[in-house]
Each structure stands twice: as structure tokens, then as C-alpha cells.
């Protein structure tokens, strides 16, 4: 191990699934800030307050432990940030079941945790990327853009893995390369919006989640399921229900009706979790069937090559 690398042992002294907890930043098997080793270690980058960072993670279920190293000048902030990242600030014992395919869920998952990176421009970006275009689209608009305005990450980084961009690069980014990426102008120009207001995006990590949520909706084209997919990451908020998307409330009607829901049915068959309908919404994604499709898949649209910038 290089001599430049930090090192930290963390005992979270609760029942913890590192990949489990940690996956739920990863924006696709492409991402390219997030590696899942074969050896079981999580590799992740991050743009800190202090620099960018490539973090290493390792589980040691028999000692209880999480054995983390970090390089790069945001190492020694975000080994200090670990446990929040890795969900201590989480509460799950809040947690109460109410059907048996979200209990059946909780007993097989619990090592199950939100994680909380407080890094907000980090998960609004991709979660711009993401608005009503086809999954493939987005992640591999992400994954082009940080291909070319990414930062190497420092350390012994897994091939592939890049920094996020900071605010300025984003939005100093040309159209011409939006396009080639497939990000059409109502995103390449709601990713500017927020670069403008980065600092002031930041700051709301310290803030209570429904307000953090609210001040996010305050920049143009950010709407409640933008706000809610970053909240999950950002502020790792367990009720941060992602309203708005095409296939949850099918998924979750399937699941606990038997037929598919709209938002307003979803939103009435999770009222019961309130404060908890995120981690009830993800319990259940991550046990229930496959929800039948009777619709066509959306197609990638014209302007996307895919071509490298």
C-alpha cells in the first residue's frame, strides 16, 4: 500500500451489509466513481471539501470491523465522514413493517443502512442526468462526461474510476458536448442552474431533510423526484419517496395489491411508513417480482450517439 494512503479501522457496532449500504450510491454497473472489487472491497471516489478522494473499503464481518484507507487531499475528511456515510446516522429501529413482503425483506436484509455522503452537488448532477430519459441514456451520459471532465483520482484506483467534476467545470462544460453526451438543453441548463447556487446546495446537508428537500426544489427544473433521489444520497433520507418515476409506483401496486399504482396510489399505500417510505419503497424494489410490462420500453432518443467527447 502506498505510503501516501490513510488508514481507519471503524467499529459500527450494528449489524452492517457494506455493499448493500454503500450500493445504494452507485448509479449503475458503469459508474464510473464506484467499483465493487472481487476480493469484496468497495472502491468509491469523491470530490470532499477538502479535495478529491479515492476511498477503499473492506468488510471484516468476524471482527465487526470496516477497514477503510483513503489517497488524495480529501482523505483525511472523508475517513472522518465515515460512519455517516456508511449510515450510522440512520435509525432503522424507527422502522415498523406493515406488510409481509416489506417484513420478510427487513429480516433478510438488515444489514440494510442509508447511506449519507453530504455531498449535494455530487448526487444532483447524475439525478439531472436521470430526468425522463432511458437509464442506459443517462449513465452513459454521466459516464462520458466524466470520462473527459472528470479528475484522475489519486491513489491505486481501480482502471475506470474518475473524480466528479467541481462546479465550475460543470458548468464551463460546451454545448457541443453536452449533446454529444445525449444531454439535451433542459438538463445541460438545470445542471448550470445548479452550479450557480452550488455553495448554498452544500449548506443544506446541515439541514433538516424536508426543508434541505424544499430549498432544492427552489432551482429551476429540480421537482420533487430530482429532489428525492438526491436526498437519499446526499442526506440519506429514508422517507425520500421518489414521486414522479415511471416504474416505482407499478412496482410497488404489484407488490402489495397485485395490480400497478400511479403516485397518488403509491403514496397512499406507503402513508404508513411515513418518515420511512424511501427504505420501505427500497425493501420492497429489492424483493418483489418483476413488474409485467405492457408498455414499451422508452427508446434512447435521436440526438444520442453515444460517441466519446
Known amino acids: 500500500m502506498p505510503p501516501s494512503a490513510r488508514r481507519r479501522v471503524w467499529r459500527p457496532g450494528f449489524a452492517l451489509d457494506l455493499r448493500l449500504t454503500a450500493g445504494q450510491l452507485r448509479r449503475g454497473h458503469s459508474d464510473p466513481t464506484y467499483h465493487a472489487g472481487t476480493d469484496g472491497s468497495v472502491w468509491r471516489t469523491s470530490r470532499t471539501p477538502e479535495g478529491p478522494c479515492t476511498l477503499r473499503l473492506i468488510d471484516r464481518p468476524a471482527a465487526g470491523e470496516i477497514e477503510a484507507s483513503a489517497w488524495g487531499p480529501g482523505a483525511g475528511w472523508q475517513?472522518?465522514?465515515?460512519?455517516t456515510l456508511l449510515g450510522a446516522e440512520?435509525?432503522?429501529?424507527?422502522?415498523?413493517?406493515?406488510?409481509?413482503?416489506?417484513?420478510?425483506?427487513?429480516?433478510?436484509?438488515?444489514?440494510?443502512?442509508?447511506?449519507?455522503?453530504?455531498?449535494?452537488?455530487?448526487?444532483?448532477?447524475?439525478?439531472?442526468?436521470?430526468?425522463?430519459?432511458?437509464?442506459?441514456?443517462?449513465?452513459?451520459?454521466?459516464?462520458?462526461?466524466?470520462?473527459k471532465y472528470?479528475?484522475?483520482?489519486?491513489?491505486?484506483?481501480?482502471?475506470?474510476?474518475?473524480?466528479?467534476?467541481?462546479?465550475?467545470?460543470?458548468?464551463?462544460?460546451?454545448?457541443?458536448?453536452?449533446?454529444?453526451?445525449?444531454?439535451?438543453?433542459?438538463?445541460?441548463?438545470?445542471?448550470?442552474?445548479?452550479?450557480?447556487v452550488a455553495s448554498r446546495l452544500e449548506a443544506t446537508a446541515a439541514v433538516a431533510n424536508p426543508e434541505a428537500a424544499r430549498l432544492l426544489r427552489l432551482v429551476?427544473?429540480?421537482?420533487?423526484?430530482?429532489?428525492?433521489?438526491?436526498?437519499?444520497?446526499?442526506?440519506?433520507?429514508?422517507?425520500?419517496?421518489?414521486?414522479?418515476?415511471?416504474?416505482?409506483?407499478?412496482?410497488?401496486?404489484?407488490?402489495?395489491?397485485?395490480?400497478?399504482?400511479?403516485d397518488r396510489e403509491m403514496l397512499e399505500l406507503l402513508s404508513c411508513y411515513g418518515g420511512n417510505r424511501h427504505r420501505a419503497a427500497l425493501l420492497i424494489r429489492m424483493t418483489a417480482p418483476r413488474t409485467p410490462r405492457k408498455a414499451p420500453r422508452y427508446a434512447p432518443r435521436p440526438h444520442f450517439t453515444g460517441r466519446t467527447l
Open 150 to 196: 472528470g479528475e484522475a483520482p489519486p491513489g491505486p484506483a481501480p482502471a475506470g474510476l474518475r473524480v466528479v467534476p467541481d462546479a465550475r467545470t460543470w458548468a464551463l462544460i460546451p454545448s457541443w458536448d453536452w449533446a454529444r453526451a445525449g444531454v439535451d438543453g433542459r438538463r445541460s441548463r438545470t445542471v448550470i442552474e445548479a452550479t450557480r
Open 220 to 262: 429551476p427544473g429540480i421537482g420533487a423526484w430530482t429532489a428525492a433521489e438526491t436526498m437519499q444520497r446526499s442526506h440519506g433520507d429514508p422517507d425520500a419517496l421518489s414521486v414522479g418515476d415511471l416504474h416505482l409506483p407499478k412496482t410497488i401496486g404489484h407488490a402489495l395489491t397485485g395490480k400497478p399504482a400511479d
Open 90 to 147: 440512520d435509525d432503522p429501529g424507527a422502522f415498523v413493517a406493515h406488510h409481509p413482503i416489506v417484513r420478510d425483506a427487513e429480516r433478510r436484509f438488515v444489514g440494510l443502512r442509508m447511506p449519507r455522503t453530504t455531498l449535494v452537488l455530487a448526487a444532483l448532477v447524475p439525478s439531472i442526468l436521470e430526468q425522463k430519459v432511458t437509464t442506459i441514456e443517462a449513465r452513459r451520459a454521466y459516464r462520458l462526461l466524466l470520462a
Open 79 to 83: 475517513l472522518d465522514a465515515l460512519p
